[in-house]
């Protein structure tokens, strides 16, 4: 469309200045088959995200006297770091979603608010120019006593005035079938043309129809569709149902990848058996791409494009999770050009890892929880990248960097996350912890931000972990994706402010000043 060509088989081409271009592939196959198709691609100028100033790296504890529990951690273009949680009601029956805003650069808070109605929340994403969150989620109860419940989906607009967040903002309440729950919401980290603004894709699972038990029941059917910031469902929007052996739980990942495909990540059981699951739809229509089955005893949870240094056919991403048959975490390196795992390490010391991330510099980032009941469920933060050779074909090699935790003498952990993206060299870290030196009761959230090697904070302790790399058998499947309505909402708004303190830890230790005072003890 610029004058450019390339001759390789899945190209990519970065363009200097904004504008519609036509982008036309031709063909040839040498023997009478040729032609070409075109397609237009839209280019719009991204927004400056990099920090007005680099943050400090700072630490604080965050609660109240009940169990609160972070669930995502996000940083956004406008210097803010995102904390999502959820804190259980005292009679331990349902839990209500709260979100709190820190200044990037300082750690401050700037606000936070919880719903009053019992909602869990379980991911927030942000748009790129404006101040304006979607948050994702389910009412409870969703299970009690261990019966399945019929409950509900949800999906929240917050409105961010800066130093205020609108409290009128509504939330939509989707009825659909049976137990049910929205678990995570992506934007399109390469806008595709078509989409009307509907970039905004989210994931779940509801029952079905002439399940087994019948519903509500843990009986998943998987669904995933695509929403705009005002969560229209118009014009480029879509919402599918995806079928496979009739239990089907891959709405535990969401991300996309250069090539364009909506990809989701989890398990299913052919057979009786706990497969992991890579489903492709099209960002545009939803129809169904691709399918890969890793055939081992595996779950997925989250996943991130990798971009080879030599030569490769298809799109390459990292996928990690747990190796469910030994409950160890699990990091892949999968190729969809022949639905193949290029590499795969289990990580005996730690149970699994349940997001994944990126920096600029090609390295990736995850977290999990030690399996060594003597260190309480400390998080283990592990840096790693891709070491690739040509032998003659190219073989790739996922690689330990350092693993790290975080330590102040808490005596119970709870699950951590953290956010890593390719504008900034800073790590954001959310867990839960107890018995801390604050005072607080119960669970409280350490808040933090660190540098990419974590050696900024007096808390940061080096872990010995083991990558032992593995072989994962793999096939290609198709489910059947179908479209689906997805229910009218109804709307409710009922907000109120935190009453959370925040307290500085970590700090520097004492340095002490000994000045030698002659005393004559004796009285010589």
């Known amino acids: 469309g610029d004058g450019n060509t390339s001759t390789m088989r899945t190209p990519s081409h970065s363009y200097l200045l904004t504008g519609s271009y036509l ?4 063909y040839d196959d040498g023997n009478g088959c040729a032609g070409n198709i075109s397609a237009t691609v839209d280019v ?11 943050p400090e790296p700072w630490e604080k504890l965050y609660g109240d006297f009940q169990f609160n ?3 995502k951690v996000k940083r956004t273009p406008f210097n803010e770091v995102l904390v999502l949680g959820n804190v259980r009601n005292p009679n331990g029956t349902s839990s209500t979603g709260t979100l709190s805003k820190f200044d990037a650069v300082s750690g401050s808070l700037i606000w936070h608010f919880k719903i009053l109605d019992p909602v869990q929340f379980r991911d927030i994403e942000y748009n790129l120019t404006t101040r304006e969150y979607l948050i994702v989620g389910y009412t409870d109860p969703f299970r009690t006593n261990g019966v399945d419940q019929d409950n509900a989906s949800v999906i929240i607009k917050v409105t961010d005035n800066g130093s205020t967040y609108t409290s009128t903002t509504a939330f939509n ?9 929205f678990e995570e919401i992506t934007r399109h980290e390469y806008p595709v043309s078509g989409a009307n603004g509907h970039d905004f894709y989210f994931t779940g699972a509801r029952n079905y129809a002439g399940s ?5 029941s843990d009986k998943d059917e998987h669904v995933i569709g695509s929403i705009d910031i005002n ?3 118009g014009a480029g929007s879509w919402y599918t149902a995806t079928t496979f052996v009739g239990d089907d739980e891959y709405q535990k990942g969401l991300f996309t990848i250069p090539s364009g495909q909506v990809i989701s990540v989890g398990n299913s059981f052919p057979g009786g058996n706990n497969y992991g ?3 492709e739809q099209d960002p545009v229509s939803g129809a169904y791409v691709n399918g890969i089955q890793m055939s081992d005893i595996i779950d997925l949870y989250d996943g991130k494009t990798y971009t080879p240094i030599l030569p490769a056919m298809g799109d390459l991403y990292v996928v990690v999770g747990q190796h469910f048959g030994s409950r160890e975490a699990l990091i892949t390196l999968v190729t969809n050009d022949n639905n193949t795992v290029l590499d795969a390490v289990r990580v005996p010391e730690i149970k699994q890892f349940e997001e994944v991330y990126l920096d600029q510099y090609g390295n990736y980032y995850v977290v999990g929880q030690s399996k060594n009941t003597a260190d309480n469920g400390r998080n283990i933060i592990v840096k790693f990248h891709v070491v690739e050779s040509s032998n003659p074909a190219p073989v790739y090699t996922i690689t330990q960097d350092w693993a790290r935790y975080i330590d ?3 005596s119970l952990y709870e699950r951590a996350h953290i956010y890593v993206d390719n504008r900034s060299d800073f790590i954001y870290y959310a867990d839960g912890r107890h018995d801390n030196s604050s005072g607080y009761l119960l669970s409280d959230m350490l808040v933090m931000v660190t540098d990419l090697d974590m050696t900024s904070s007096d808390c940061i302790e080096d872990e010995t972990i083991t990558f032992n790399h593995i072989t994962i058998p793999t096939q290609t499947i198709t489910p059947t994706v179908a479209a689906t309505p997805l229910p009218s909402p109804f709307s409710q708004h009922v907000y109120n402010d935190l009453d959370y303190l925040c307290n500085d830890i970590c700090i520097p230790p004492c340095v002490l000043d000994w000045t030698w005072i002659q005393d004559d003890c004796y009285g010589v």
């Open 231 to 233: 969560r229209s469902t």
């Open 44 to 54: 719009i100028d991204r927004p400056d995200c990099d920090f007005a100033s680099d």
């Open 277 to 279: 699951i890579i489903l």
């Open 408 to 410: 102040d003498g808490e």
């Open 173 to 181: 309440v989707y009825q659909q079938l049976g137990r049910e729950y």
């Open 212 to 216: 087994t038990p019948p519903p509500p």
């Open 69 to 71: 529990t972070p669930v």
């Open 23 to 26: 982008v036309t592939l031709n």
